[in-house]
């Protein structure tokens, strides 16, 4: 964390909830959000990763044909891609990783200047997605046979 957002004592806060969907509308969802902050001045965000039920394969596909790079892959039958904008002096690195309908976004909002933040994202979203996307995602009913 340190390293990719340069930061000593970040302020943290967030909330995963696995099984909010259940409560909502009996459909097998979560979703939830870690944020990372600067702890001094006006503490902007510097560092985002979010679970929603809002994953398309097909933006997946859309985003690297407009040239994202495709994600190696990290959950069995997921899709995803990175890449990195802003300048270089104000650096912004994002990957978003799809299994199903659950999406898993990496967004470093303020990386560090002269590192490589989309491979940050992209080692972030290695330790957090299996965890994140599988909790969330429904084991299939084993048949009966």
């Known amino acids: 964390m340190r390293l990719m957002t340069g930061i000593q004592d970040p302020i943290v806060s967030g909330k995963f909830d696995m099984t909010v969907g259940k409560r909502l509308d009996g459909k097998n969802y979560g979703t939830g959000g870690c944020y990372v902050y600067e702890p001094t001045g006006n503490k902007p965000k510097?560092?985002?990763?979010?679970?929603?039920?809002?994953?398309?394969?097909?933006e997946v596909e859309a985003e690297v044909?407009?040239?994202?790079?495709?994600?190696?892959?990290?959950?069995?039958?997921?899709?995803?891609?990175?890449?990195?904008?802003?300048?270089?002096?104000?650096?912004?690195?994002?990957?978003?990783?799809?299994?199903?309908?659950?999406?898993?976004?990496?967004?470093?909002v303020h990386g560090v200047k002269g590192r490589d933040n989309a491979a940050d994202v992209v080692a972030l979203m290695k330790l957090v997605a299996p965890k994140l996307i599988l909790d969330a995602t429904p084991t299939p009913q084993k048949t009966r046979g």
């Open 46 to 58: 510097v560092l985002q990763i979010s679970l929603s039920p809002a994953g398309s394969k097909e």
């Open 65 to 108: 044909n407009q040239g994202a790079r495709r994600l190696p892959e990290i959950v069995p039958g997921a899709v995803g891609y990175y890449g990195q904008d802003g300048t270089a002096d104000d650096p912004h690195a994002a990957a978003i990783l799809v299994h199903g309908l659950d999406q898993v976004i990496v967004e470093l």
